[in-house]
Every structure is written in C-alpha cells, then in structure tokens.
C-alpha cells in the first residue's frame, strides 16, 4: 500500500466512500453508428465523414446492426435484462465537438437493463456491483487544442476532427456499490478483461476507447443516506483512477472534518501533480433537454435475436476461472491470476496442450512467474518454448534455474529448448559422486557454518544448497543436493 493510500485508509475510519462508475466503451465495429463512415484510429483528420454524420440538412440515421448486437453482448456479459424495445432519444447541447447540436443516445429505454458482476477480491471471495444500465449512443468529435499544452485553457486556437464522430460507443453505468479505490480498480480490471474476451472493443485506453469516471461521495459510516457526490472525469488508465479516487476522498474527509461541506461539481485529476482542480460546478451544469428522436423507430429485441448473440460469445472471464480450478485443479488465486487478461489465460491452456511431462500447477507457476517477468520486459515468449522448458524441468533434466536462463534465451534467440540444454551441456546433474565431492568441499571451505548447523542451526542448509548451485553454474538437482548435504552434515 502506497503512503497516500495508507494514509486516506487511516482517515476513513469514520466515513464510509461510495463510488459509481460510468463507463464508456468504444465499440470495435467496422463503420459508425448511424452512418457507413469506416472507423480507423489515427487516419488523416476528417477523412473518414460523410453528410450524415457531419448533419448536412435532411440527412438521416440507419442504426449499425452489429454495434446493436455488441450492446445486447455486453449486456449478457454483464448479467444485464436485455429490453424487449429499446429506444434512441436526443442529448442536446451546444459544442464544436458535435455538428448536430445534439448526441443520439438513449435515455428512457436504455438497451440493457439492471445487472451485476461479481468481482473476485484478491482473497478467494468476491463482491458484486450492480450495474444500473449500459445503453448505446454516438461519440462526440475530436478536438485538438493548438498553440499550448494541448489544455484548451492556454490555447490560441482549436482544431476539430469530425472522423471520431458517431463512433459507436457503449455507457455502463454502475450502482454505488463501490467501496474503496481498489474495489474500482479491480471491478475495472474484470470489466476490460470481459470486454476484450467477447471482442466488442479494444478497450484501449490510451487511444480512448475505454474512458472511466467516476462518481465519489462519503457518509459517517453506519449511515444510509447517501452524501453529495463529486463527479472525476476522464481518467486515462486503472492506476490513476485509483489515485484519483483516493485523492478526492482525502480532499472530501478533509472539507467535511474542517466543517464545510462538499459541492457537487465536476472534477479533474491530475496524475503528475497529484492535484484535484474543478471544472464546472453545479451552477454550469448542462440541461440537456433529452427527447425521443424521430428519425429513429425504436429497435424490437426478440429472444431469438438475443440467442443468436449468446451463441457467438466466447467463455467469460468468471466462467474460465471456474474451469480452470476444476479442470487444472488450481487454487483459486492461480485461476484468478492467470485470468486477469485472457491472453495469458489462452497461453496457458495453449501451454499445457503442449506439455507431456509437466503437471498443471507448474505450467501456472511458470506462466504467471516467468512468463509475466519475461512479458513485462517486451520478451516474447511462445508456448511452445515455455512448454519445453517446462517438461525438461518437470523430468528434472534441467534445474529451475538452468529453466529460466534456457526460456530467456529461447523467447530471444530462438532455438528448442532441449537442443540447446543437450548441445551446452545444462542438463542436471544428480549423479551422487559428483554432488558428493561439490558437497564435500563446500562444507570443508565453511566449517563456522557447519559448526552453526550443528548448534541447531538447521536454517543453514538453504545456505549450502545456495553454494552447490553456484558451485555447479545452476545445474545441481537441488532436491538431490538438499538431500545430500543434509546427510553429510549428519554424518560430520
Ligand atoms: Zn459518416
């Protein structure tokens, strides 16, 4: 835990954080989402528009079929009633970000429906979040602020890009059921990892196809009544949200407990400074005037429709965690890990269909051991190499150690596994005449730590497997080594 974490931990005590979060999701469909604009982060600005979705006169909106079905997906992710009507209706507000004057969204029949998910706590439990509704609407224009920082605040001038406008996006809304910032950030980190599984975004969040903000309020603990709420905006990645929120309810205890009280208004996050400045207040919020749109007839959901979408989701998340406990026999925690992106979950199971050797808790120790390390380092490891590095451990031909420098060296270089162990001579040596003579010469060199062992110092032994390894280069068997070494330091 981080000091500021600890220390907003400490004053908390008393109050009791609620948090919501509203999540935008960019769907990953080939065109927008009432025009046959093709999507494509980073083409030359205003490239990809057309009279529809720049609001020429007399235009009018088609809705994209498959981004329809991306929402009916993440609705059924998210254990969402999926509505048998669902309608559009029209956000209006005044911005150069949006030709329309208005943002086609939905207000009163939102797509999905009341839902939860159930978010695994790091300690074999789970809490659940509610979520309130995810409905469908289009995304705003780009602007780029020009002559400053990129803040619109020092700019001279503005420029607009009308490509990301209509891009098909997805709300989730959650309940307030929120509890600390490391709650968020793991329902967060559940949330992409279901996205990405079912495929309906990128969730990028540098490129913004996955934006957060979240909703912050405190109550005395005990209480039910809900305090006025702040709202943090636009958080561009997991950890500064957490920050984020542990900063606002540091700058919120300290206002309440200072006497004064907390206004709801719009905040901003500053990752590298730490700071929370505001937005807007209450005062400037917008009144957005939503009414049913007439170009749009409202969208009838059959239950067929909504079978014909569950047919082509891929396994969740949750449900692969599950799995992998029964069918690998691994604890829960390994599950969770080895879950927490499903490129790592389909690199495992990838991983022990190669193996022939190797039991399933050692392919999860490796895959979230060295795998991750190695990933971590922008190594790419395939699971052929892991899977043969792994058997050759598993067969105790290599040591665990020789194992990690021969994964290395593959994922670099190339090469199999057991050529290289074979053509360099790493196997394992287990021979007892050779660990015998090792043994005997490190307890000969160290005969204050023999004297200790003897004292009842049995702790030392860990230090005479440490010196046969060295000794051998890592290519002493450390069982065998451990084995032995206790042995002679019997017999001395
Ligand atoms: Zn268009």
Redesign the pocket.
Known sequence: MTLQAQATEDRLEAWEPVIGLEIHLQLATKT?MF???RLEFGAAPNT???????AHPGVLPVPNRRAVDYAIMIGLALNCEIAERTTFSRKNYFYADSPKAYQISQYEDPICGPGYLDVPDGEGGSFRVGITRAHMEEDAAKLVHAGSSGRIADSSHSFVDFNRV?TPLVEVVTDPDIRTPEQAKRFLTLLKNTIETIAVSDCNMEEGSLRCDANISIRPRGATELGTKTELKNMNSFRFIERGIHAELARQVDLVERGQEVEQETLHYDPTTGAIRSLRSKELAHDYRYFPEPDLVPIEVTPEHIERVRADMAELPLARMARFEEAYGLSTYDAEVLNLSSDTADFYETTVALTTDADHKLVANWTMGELLALQKEGVVVTPEALAGVVDLVATKKISGAVGKEVLGRVAREGGDPAEIVEREGLAQVSDEGALRSVIEGLLDANPKQVEQYKGGKESLVGFFVGGVMKAMQGKADPGAAKALIVELLEAR
């Open positions: 927008k025009c046959r604009c990809h528009v057309c009279p529809v979705c720049l209509g």
